[in-house]
């Protein structure tokens, strides 16, 4: 059976640790942030080149490439914002760590801020979470008493304040352009890119870098380990660890670090998580969060890794890291994995998920804001006991013509899920029992 | 950008659906393809305002010419030809600016695609309710839907209930249902009203314009969002449910409100004016104007408005009237009192009669409030249009009461008024009793009540002619609808007065009056009337550098440096 090997979540569920500041710090809290300062800032940057980190929030872009892009020469402030908007259907990692390990965030932020030379840093956190916030808010001000935030940071000439900044609860706001016009006060509409980069016109249109909540305390790991040593863990191109979230129908759901490649779904699913519930088989695995396209159990992955191996690949071979999930044509995403075994009803499934985007799309730009709730309504339909045979025609068509033409990546999420139900399960959409009732469906926002 | 030693700007040669063009840098694929001659459908895009992409229309495909990273040495195809490194996914034509060397198709299977893609997805809730819709015949959803639309709808689901009939303001009713959420009305209002009233609540499919809370769309641009509107969601209170669009008469015509002279189009059919809107100058109004520049073709069918020709009060043949006011004018001691809400062919004329009864010249000048827009200080179109005319050789007169000292000592005891209520310009009703008066007006006053001939004037869209803006800007109006039966042009009577006068006939239309004008004024050398561009010409006016006119700073105007 695979170990784990907790890295971020090392301390997080052992036996009388407790999230205030003297406990952090007797476990040796904030002694990297004092080795930090001591660096330069483009020392630590280039540690986290060197670590191959890439981005836990879902797109899993190189971390330290992003700050890379950072315009340094705009002459205008730099901000850091922490993504702690974990809103993805499926998981629920970032939230283990602000409620069982604040101070690690603050302090890979700290160190993060002083390598991108952010005088502000905000954490954005998911509306939902008020506990959250609230812990956060507490372990900062723990934090700026003993000088680890705020002015003239342990005694250097670096300062950087750290707010947390609620959201009220969208989707959207974890897409980062759409978090930050929410930070900026605004709807969280998407910016277009070209040409509000983040890194060069973000917050306030100024230089800004968004990262996920795990990211940032793996930037703390990195400086601690260096980033040498830090990309021996997991694979090439996939380093360090990753918390998986499974959910589902299996027997033991939960969130569980593994270094990334360390494991395979099979190991996940039948050791880690302890098999499929009694005598129920396996009907499809979602890899990366619900908008990660759905794989399904008697699928074989075939074709060519990046670096030119060939795979054939079942279900359970998939092994747990970026590319892997990518390779089997999904994405590792967030991270979370949802496990649906054969009493899953495959159109009740997709309806649910359709359910989801059509209440969080962000109304911004047409292709979303109307395929997906027409998406919803119709399988809905199906699932109220009308469902026609062409509706998987359609529901297809209507996720072509929202792929890849949306102002943000939403159009995707919503459009990925459709698709792959679709394109595995077909058979279960065209012979979808219809039992003759008219669907109740209204178009008023109010009954509905 | 680059610049050539003229400070021109250099143009930029780009590929359109493989037609090279050249184009002025920095614009955007929907500018650029403009220039090819190829449209790229859009809503959410107004040259004016600032782009956010939202709609999703015009998306095309779009590519660069790729370069070695190491070398930057052009990449060439096996047949010479440069390689074009082409983005995979369609990108949108609004925020895409033109690079050199850059290739966009506007008219691939997968432009063709996007587009019927988004134009079924802004029909699915679409009420289509074009038979009853005031902006049918000018609808972006409709046009586009001709062109991309399935012709049949795949929807059968319910659609979304939105409110139907919104006050937004005094002036503004919205149809939510109608709305394809594009933004540019609350766009408008932070970017150029500066009254940011408007925005979105709810979310997603059932997101719905309105009004912030406890806030109306009552500035005095709030028409201009049912101009930007591309469809039929913001709707005029005064022309809803009015009119069909496709009965309408455009003609070109300039607001009379200030000396801003926005350019306007007049919407008319069988001689009744509809609606006012503006038309596109970039070097006066852009695409805007004001509400209540909109409001002024009420003057046309007023109560108020003088039809007749009347000779002390009883109503007279139109020669007859002409012929008693000459008469008057010749016999007496003439004053003339012209106008800046003259033409410039009227004030030429004026000037002529003035200049032959050797007559002092008065004339009278009408502030109001500027709004640092499109409301200018100088509530009259043609001030300038008078000092280039020579009726005055300095601003006029906020009152006119040296000719009310020269009717106290009974210096003048004749007056040839046009278009002004004396009344209102420091002259009191005893003094309009003691002489004799021929009044050239279109509204009723108290100025027409003493006049001993009254001569029926038309308004701006009876006839044809020029005015002069703020910025000495020559621009032509077109007459919308005939006047009231029996009723001459300005110019006309002017011409015939003179020609009486003098004995020698006159010209009497606006082109044969320019043929002189451009002759005898410097001011004016060299312009025919029929050959004045629809944006007008800007006129010399270093000439007038020294006077201080009353406007301050407005959408395209800046008061000239104070010197010395």
């Known amino acids: ?448 | 950008m680059s610049e050539n030693g003229n400070g021109k700007k250099e143009l930029v040669e780009i590929f359109v659906d493989g037609q090279p063009v050249k184009v002025l840098p920095g614009i955007n694929a929907i500018e650029a393809a403009k220039v090819a001659g190829k449209e790229i459908p859009h809503y959410c895009y107004h040259p004016k305002l600032s782009v956010v992409g939202n709609c999703r229309m015009c998306l095309m495909e779009m590519g660069t010419p790729m370069r070695d990273r190491e070398t930057g040495e052009p990449i060439l195809e096996e047949d010479g030809s440069q390689k074009i490194g082409w983005i995979p996914k369609p990108v949108i034509g609004c925020s895409t600016n033109v690079s050199p060397g850059m290739h966009i198709k506007t008219e691939s299977d997968l432009v063709k695609d996007c587009r019927e893609g988004v134009m079924e997805f802004l029909l699915v809730n679409h009420p289509l309710d074009c038979p009853i819709c005031d902006q049918a015949g000018e609808c972006s959803l409709q046009e586009y839907a001709m062109d991309y639309g399935r012709g049949y709808s795949r929807y059968e689901e319910r659609k979304n209930v939105k409110p139907k009939r919104t006050r937004l303001g005094p002036r503004v009713t919205l149809d939510d249902e109608r709305c394809v959420l594009c933004s540019r009305c609350i766009r408008f209002g932070q970017e150029i009203a500066d009254q940011d009233v408007l925005g979105f609540v709810d979310r997603g499919s059932f997101s719905t314009l309105t009004c912030h809370p406890n806030k109306e769309l009552d500035h005095n641009y709030s028409l201009n969002t049912v101009d930007i509107c591309p469809v039929g969601a913001l709707t005029s209170t005064d022309f809803r449910f009015k009119m069909r669009v496709w009965f309408l008469k455009e003609s070109p015509s300039i607001c009379t409100e200030s000396s801003i002279g926005a350019n306007t189009t007049v919407w008319s059919r069988e001689g009744t004016i509809h609606r006012i809107t503006p038309r596109r100058n970039d070097a006066v109004n852009d695409t805007w104007m004001t509400d209540s520049g909109r409001e002024l073709f009420n003057q046309v069918a007023a109560d108020t408005r003088l039809t007749s020709f009347q000779i002390g009060g009883n109503s007279a043949d139109a020669t007859a009237s002409i012929e008693e006011a000459t008469g008057l004018l010749s016999k007496g001691k003439t004053a003339v009192v012209a106008s800046c809400h003259q033409s410039v062919e009227e004030q030429f004329i004026t000037r002529k009669i003035a200049d032959h009864l050797n007559s002092s010249v008065y004339i009278a000048r009408h502030l109001g409030k500027g709004d640092g827009l499109l409301l200018s200080e100088d509530r009259t179109p043609n001030t300038r249009g008078a000092l280039l005319n020579g009726l005055t050789d300095n601003l006029p007169t906020e009152d006119l009461s040296s000719l009310a000292e020269k009717i106290d000592s009974e210096k003048v005891d004749t007056l040839l008024v046009c278009r002004e209520d004396l009344t209102r310009v420091g002259l009191s009703e005893a003094q309009l009793e003691k002489v004799k008066l021929v009044l050239l007006d279109t509204q009723t006053s108290a100025t027409a009540s003493h006049a001993d001939v009254q001569l029926p004037a038309l308004t701006v869209f009876e006839k044809n002619g020029t005015f002069v803006n703020l910025n000495f800007r020559l621009q032509k109006f077109s007459q919308a609808v005939p006047g009231p039966a029996g009723l001459l042009p300005d110019t006309l009577i002017l011409s015939k007065i003179l020609s009486t006068l003098t004995g020698e006939s006159f010209p009497d239309s606006p082109a044969t009056i320019w043929k002189s004008l451009s002759q005898s004024n410097s001011n004016f050398k060299g312009i025919d009337f029929s050959s004045i561009p629809t944006d007008g010409i800007q006129l010399e006016k270093s000439a007038f550098d020294h006077i201080d006119f009353p406007e301050k700073q407005s959408l395209k105007y800046s008061p000239a440096a104070i010197t010395g």
Not at chain 1, 250 to 257: D, T
Not at chain 1, 270 to 291: F, M, N, Q, T, Y
Not at chain 1, 320 to 337: C, E, H, T, V, Y
Request: with cysteine; hydrophobic share 35%.
């Open chain 1, 1 to 448: 059976m695979p170990e784990e090997k907790r890295i971020i979540l090392k301390h997080a569920d052992e036996p009388g640790y407790t999230r205030d500041i003297e406990c952090y710090l007797k476990h040796g809290g904030y002694e990297v942030l004092r080795k930090s300062y001591k660096l330069k800032p483009e020392e630590i940057h280039s540690e986290v080149m060197d670590s191959g980190l890439r981005g836990r929030g879902g797109a899993g872009f190189p971390t330290g490439l992003k700050w890379k892009f950072l315009d340094r020469k705009s002459g205008k402030p730099i901000y850091l914002i922490c993504n702690a908007d974990e809103s993805e259907p499926g998981t629920f990692k970032d939230k283990q760590i602000i409620h069982k390990d604040p101070h690690q965030l603050i302090e890979g932020m700290m160190i993060s801020a002083y390598s991108i030379q952010a005088k502000q840093a905000f954490i954005y956190i998911r509306g939902e979470f008020f506990e959250g916030a609230r812990i956060l808010e507490e372990a900062i001000e723990e934090a700026r008493a003993k000088n680890f935030v705020g002015n003239n940071i342990l005694g250097s000439d670096f300062s950087c304040d750290l707010v947390v900044h609620r959201g009220a609860g969208a989707y959207i706001c974890g897409e980062e352009t759409g978090l930050i016009e929410s930070l900026e006060g605004k709807r969280p509409y998407p910016r277009i890119k070209p040409p509000y980069f983040p890194a060069v016109l973000g917050l306030y249109q100024s230089p800004t870098i968004v990262n996920n909540v795990e990211t940032l305390c793996n930037v703390k790991h990195i400086v601690e380990m260096s980033g040498k040593e830090f990309a021996k863990i997991g694979t090439p191109g996939n380093t360090g660890t990753r918390i998986w979230c499974v959910s589902g129908h299996v027997q033991k759901p939960g969130y569980y670090e593994f270094p990334c490649g360390g494991l395979t779904m099979g190991e996940m699913i039948h050791d880690v998580c302890g098999g499929l519930l009694p005598g129920r088989e396996l009907k499809a695995i979602i890899p990366g969060g619900s908008s990660a396209k759905v794989l399904k159990a008697d699928e074989r992955f075939s074709g060519k890794l990046k670096d030119g191996t060939e795979f054939d690949w079942s279900i359970w071979d998939i092994p747990l890291d970026f590319d892997g999930p990518a390779a089997a044509g999904s994405m590792s995403g967030s991270g979370g994995i949802i496990v649906m075994d054969n009493s899953t009803d495959i159109v009740q499934a997709l309806s649910n998920i359709n359910a989801f985007y059509a209440h969080e799309s962000c109304g911004q730009c047409t292709p979303c804001r109307e395929g997906v709730q027409w998406m919803r309504k119709v399988t809905r339909r199906m699932c109220a006991g009308d469902a026609r045979k062409d509706d998987a025609d359609l529901l297809l068509s209507i996720a072509n013509q929202i792929e890849g033409r949306t102002v943000c990546a939403f159009g995707e999420a919503a459009a990925w899920p459709v698709q792959s139900f679709i394109e595995k399960f077909k058979d279960e959409f065209e012979d979808y029992p219809a039992n003759g009732s008219v669907s109740s469906e209204t178009g008023d926002k109010q009954l509905v």
